[in-house]
């Protein structure tokens, strides 16, 4: 299993970037897919969870202007981020709770990470 991320890059504060993260592989289900963010010297934290039934959580610092979204059938997850902030640049992360096979366990696989600048 693969998940490869895109759409990151540099902005400026108040602009929006759509990140969008590819799934490929052997792929029996996928369950909760999630945003992650990181800065150096920091820890992962979560951006974003989508189930694979739509419900979504949210951290509280970025309530209100990020969207997280997925299309099963293509297997994509994106994350809307719009009102960007400084505090907003991090390494983003996407990753996928999956089953390769009916009889298999779950695993949570994560991208490479694409980097998202936000400049003041």
């Known amino acids: 299993v693969q998940l490869v991320e895109s759409g990151g890059g540099l902005v400026q504060a108040g602009g929006s970037l759509r990140l969008s993260c590819a799934a490929s592989?052997?792929?029996?289900?996928?369950?909760?897919m999630g945003w992650y963010r990181q800065v150096p010297g920091k820890q992962r934290e979560l951006v974003a969870v989508?189930?694979?039934?739509?419900?979504?959580n949210y951290a509280d610092s970025v309530k209100g202007r990020f969207t997280i979204a997925r299309d099963n059938a293509q297997k994509m997850l994106y994350l809307q981020m719009n009102s960007l902030k400084p505090e907003d640049t991090a390494v983003y992360y996407c990753?996928?709770?999956?089953?390769?096979?009916?009889?298999?366990?779950?695993?949570?696989?994560w991208g490479q990470g694409t980097q998202v600048t936000v400049s003041s």
């Open positions: 592989g052997i792929i029996f289900s996928i369950n909760d």
């Open positions: 990753n996928a709770d999956v089953q390769t096979t009916i009889r298999s366990f779950r695993v949570v696989y």
């Open positions: 989508v189930s694979s039934g739509g419900s979504s």
